[in-house]
């Protein structure tokens, strides 16, 4: 009779008290043995999404060989000898694909005036917020759309106005120069053009290296830029030019180059610029110092040309290398097209 009875109370009990009973007496079991079962599934599935999440990055980071070429397609029917392309890192290897022959520049920071060879612009960069460079460069070039689009890629055009009228550039008149390697007094050792724009003073290894563009630099050489190998034990490089049309300032860009070998030790590098023998600027490089400087200084008045002289040396160079560039130039307040 007893048992009954306590039958007919558990059967009478609301179910949702069972359903909790039940779960409790669920929970109570060991779990162990289920966890070792359910181990390799979780192993699996954290591994796949790993690997998509790695994949995804991979995809965003470097765009696709496809999108590079056709990309590099459009360049080549769109620039000319008077257009310059600017191309982010890493991608360009790939991206220049057919672009040989065209004038060709790492998207870093530069000079604006350094555009003034040019009428066009092209900056070619993975797709994303507005680069550096384009914010810098924003007052100088004009934006004209884009040349090509997809969804990792971009090349954008722009049109050059630069409020400045360029008289002369080093880099560019370097074939004028009169180069030499010598100490103090002496005559020294005159310099001539080698292979790919190098330039030799008595040695077997060249001295002097110049670009204007990437494919002459072989993707090591200083960027737009006169760089050398300072001379020291005494010596000095020197490089002259005859009548350079002055205009009302001169700015120098000079400065350690990027590859160069960074080492507390050394001595600094001296560098001065003269017109018709008369020192107008001079500068101290620390072996340390990060590249570039950019000065501005006025010309003195009273002639339209004059011979420019820029001297070099060192005490101890330590294998690093050191750039420059002159340019000769007024501001006009318009932009020049």
């Excluded at 039940?22 to 289920?34: D, E, F, K, M, W």
């Excluded at 070998?261 to 101290?284: C, F, I, K, N, Y």
């Excluded at 006025?298 to 820029?310: H, I």
Aim: charged fraction near 25%; proline fraction near 7%; charge should be negative.
């Amino acid at each position: 009779m007893k048992s009954e009875s306590v039958q007919q109370f558990n059967e009478s009990e609301p179910p949702d008290r069972k359903d909790r009973a039940r779960v409790a007496a669920v929970r109570s079991r060991p779990i162990g043995a289920t966890a070792r079962r359910l181990l390799p599934l979780l192993a699996f599935v954290v591994t796949a999404v790993l690997l998509t999440g790695l994949q995804l990055s991979d995809r965003m980071r470097m765009p696709a060989r496809e999108a590079l070429l056709e990309a590099s397609r459009h360049l080549q029917e769109a620039a000319g000898e008077d257009s310059l392309i600017l191309v982010r890192p890493p991608w360009f290897n790939e991206g220049r694909i057919g672009l040989e022959g065209l004038h060709l520049h790492p998207a870093t920071p530069l000079d604006p005036l350094e555009l003034h060879p040019f009428r066009e612009v092209f900056v070619a960069q993975g797709r994303g917020r507005r680069s550096a460079l384009e914010v810098e460069l924003a007052a100088v070039l004009e934006e004209e759309g884009p040349l090509f689009e997809s969804p990792r890629w971009r090349v954008k055009r722009y049109r050059t106005a630069l409020p400045w009228l360029v008289h002369w550039d080093s880099l560019a008149a370097l074939q004028d120069a009169t180069i030499r390697r010598h100490a103090e007094g002496a005559a020294g050792v005159s310099c001539r053009l080698g292979h790919g724009r190098s330039i030799h003073c008595g040695r077997v290894d060249p001295w002097v290296y110049a670009a204007d563009t990437w494919r002459e630099m072989e993707d090591l050489r200083p960027q737009w830029c006169i760089g050398l190998a300072v001379p020291h034990d005494q010596e000095r490089m020197t490089f002259e030019w005859d009548e350079v049309p002055l205009g009302s300032q001169l700015r120098i860009r000079a400065g350690n180059d990027v590859h160069a070998t960074r080492s507390p030790r050394g001595a600094d590098v001296t560098m001065t610029v003269s017109l018709d023998d008369t020192v107008v600027w001079e500068r101290a490089f620390p072996p340390r110092e990060e590249p570039y400087l950019l000065e501005d200084i006025e010309v003195p008045g009273g002639s339209d040309a004059a011979r420019l002289g820029v001297s070099l040396h060192t005490e101890d160079a330590l294998d690093r290398f050191f750039c420059f560039r002159v340019f000769s130039y007024t501001e006009t307040g318009a932009p020049q097209r």
